[in-house]
């Protein structure tokens, strides 16, 4: 007998977590999404493992989700646009219809060689948004691809990176704020250009002689809520638990460049009431 139980189940637990990727990673592109803006700039390849969208002088590219959600976990990873990316936006985000929609955005500013990109984020409800919340990245997010999540419980909405939540967008409907919480949501990605404020507030412009601008997208995963479909105590629990409340703060305090709910010039008789 050359092996032992410990070592057997080392062998099994490797197994395990080895194998728990490839079942978050059960999406196919063809399957769950539809190519609806640029033509030929929008691409899936790799048997539906793999997107891209484009971006020249004459278009930008984006596609939508099949489905609608009404709360879940979704989570997609992305490769940036490498290289002189200035003047670029990739916007990735769930939104429903109508004047009245609701929307929950991460956007990538794009920027020189070297410089850093900003992820924008923002919370629209009943058509209303002006809750920009702005990040530099703790890595450089067009040499990999990294995790970008959002969870949509009744209670928040999450926004995490890499698993690590940057943002928490609780519902304030006691304060009279409303919460997106009726209006599915489609998932949606763009690349387009808008080299008038994406960089450096719009100082610096787009080298066309770059183009195409290129994107990358796989390994999508939603779990649509459903009241089966999440163990009870993962959808019950309000808060986060002590090691992610300790990461957001991390991140709020070295990474956040923006937050909506400390302009005073913006908000001269005090932040929304959502910030206190
Ligand atoms: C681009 O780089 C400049 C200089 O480091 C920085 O001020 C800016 O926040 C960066 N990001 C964008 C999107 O402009």
């Given at each position: 007998m050359g092996v032992s139980w410990n070592q057997l189940s080392v062998v099994v637990v490797l197994v395990v977590i080895s194998s728990v990727p490839v079942l978050a990673s059960a999406g196919n592109f063809y399957q769950d999404f539809d190519l609806t803006w640029g033509g030929q700039r929008s691409k899936i390849f790799g048997g539906g493992q793999l997107l891209s969208l484009s971006l020249d002088k004459?278009?930008?590219?984006?596609?939508?989700?099949?489905?609608?959600?009404?709360f879940g976990r979704i989570d997609m990873q992305l490769k940036l646009v490498a290289g002189n990316s200035a003047g670029t936006v990739t916007a990735y985000y769930l939104s429903s219809q109508g004047p009245t929609h609701d929307e929950i955005d991460f956007e990538f500013l794009g920027n020189l060689s070297g410089d850093p990109y900003i992820?924008?984020?923002?919370?629209?409800?009943?058509?209303?948004?002006?809750?920009?919340?702005?990040?530099?990245?703790?890595?450089d997010p067009t040499r990999n691809f990294h995790t970008y999540s959002i969870v949509w419980k009744p209670q928040h909405i999450i926004f995490l990176v890499d698993n690590i939540p940057i943002r928490v967008f609780r519902?304030?409907?006691?304060?009279?704020?409303p919460f997106p919480k009726n209006q599915p949501?489609?998932?949606?990605?763009?690349?387009w250009n808008a080299d008038?404020?994406?960089?450096?507030?719009?100082?610096?412009?787009t080298d066309?002689?770059?183009a195409p601008f290129t994107a990358y997208y796989r390994n999508f995963?939603?779990?649509p809520w459903t009241p089966s479909s999440f163990s009870d105590s993962e959808w019950q629990t309000n808060e986060l638990d002590a090691p992610s409340r300790r990461r957001l703060r991390w991140v709020q305090k070295y990474y956040m460049i923006y937050?909506?709910?400390?302009?005073?010039?913006?908000f001269p008789q005090g932040p929304p009431v959502e910030c206190k």
């Amino acid at each position: 007998m050359g092996v032992s139980w410990n070592q057997l189940s080392v062998v099994v637990v490797l197994v395990v977590i080895s194998s728990v990727p490839v079942l978050a990673s059960a999406g196919n592109f063809y399957q769950d999404f539809d190519l609806t803006w640029g033509g030929q700039r929008s691409k899936i390849f790799g048997g539906g493992q793999l997107l891209s969208l484009s971006l020249d002088k004459e278009s930008g590219s984006g596609f939508q989700s099949k489905k609608e959600y009404l709360f879940g976990r979704i989570d997609m990873q992305l490769k940036l646009v490498a290289g002189n990316s200035a003047g670029t936006v990739t916007a990735y985000y769930l939104s429903s219809q109508g004047p009245t929609h609701d929307e929950i955005d991460f956007e990538f500013l794009g920027n020189l060689s070297g410089d850093p990109y900003i992820l924008h984020t923002n919370v629209f409800t009943q058509g209303k948004g002006n809750r920009e919340q702005q990040f530099y990245l703790w890595f450089d997010p067009t040499r990999n691809f990294h995790t970008y999540s959002i969870v949509w419980k009744p209670q928040h909405i999450i926004f995490l990176v890499d698993n690590i939540p940057i943002r928490v967008f609780r519902n304030a409907e006691s304060k009279g704020v409303p919460f997106p919480k009726n209006q599915p949501m489609r998932i949606y990605s763009s690349l387009w250009n808008a080299d008038d404020w994406a960089t450096r507030g719009g100082l610096v412009k787009t080298d066309w002689t770059k183009a195409p601008f290129t994107a990358y997208y796989r390994n999508f995963n939603a779990k649509p809520w459903t009241p089966s479909s999440f163990s009870d105590s993962e959808w019950q629990t309000n808060e986060l638990d002590a090691p992610s409340r300790r990461r957001l703060r991390w991140v709020q305090k070295y990474y956040m460049i923006y937050n909506y709910c400390n302009d005073w010039k913006r908000f001269p008789q005090g932040p929304p009431v959502e910030c206190k």
